[in-house]
């Protein structure tokens, strides 16, 4: 399945790279730069899903998460750590997640403790 909604006004674009029960991820920029919201998707169909609208992942700067639900953290782990991206969202919700994924605790952070380049943003 490709994404299944753009809209651009020339300059930015709102991408719906997957939506619903099964996985929330959308792109929100412009071909230079821009984030992720949500990666309830893996990371290999959102690598595949930019490049059919002629994004790079290289491009996109962070992830932000909402929630703690599975169909918006799935690749989370994996798009994380293989590209070296930041996580956005609250303190409350990212340990929620270190907590409900054990994958993300052990692989990202070794003893729960936030380091290297990657850590929780602020609003």
């Known amino acids: 399945m490709a994404p299944i909604y ?6 930015e674009f709102f991408i719906v790279l997957s939506s619903g029960s099964s996985g929330n991820c959308y792109y929100i920029g412009n071909e230079f730069h821009g984030i992720l919201m949500m990666a309830g998707i893996s990371a290999a169909l959102i690598r595949r ?5 002629d994004i790079s992942l290289q491009t996109v700067m962070g992830v932000m998460i909402t929630h703690n639900h599975i169909d918006h953290i799935r690749g989370l782990e994996v798009l994380l750590r ?24 052990r692989k990202l952070y070794p003893g729960n ?4 380049e990657i850590s929780p943003g602020r609003f």
């Open 82 to 105: 293989k590209n070296h991206l930041p996580a956005f969202t609250t303190a409350k919700v990212w340990e929620s997640i270190l907590t409900q994924r054990v994958n993300i605790s």
């Open 113 to 116: 403790k936030f380091k290297g």
């Open 6 to 11: 753009k809209e651009s006004d020339e300059t």
């Open 49 to 53: 899903f930019l490049k059919d609208v």
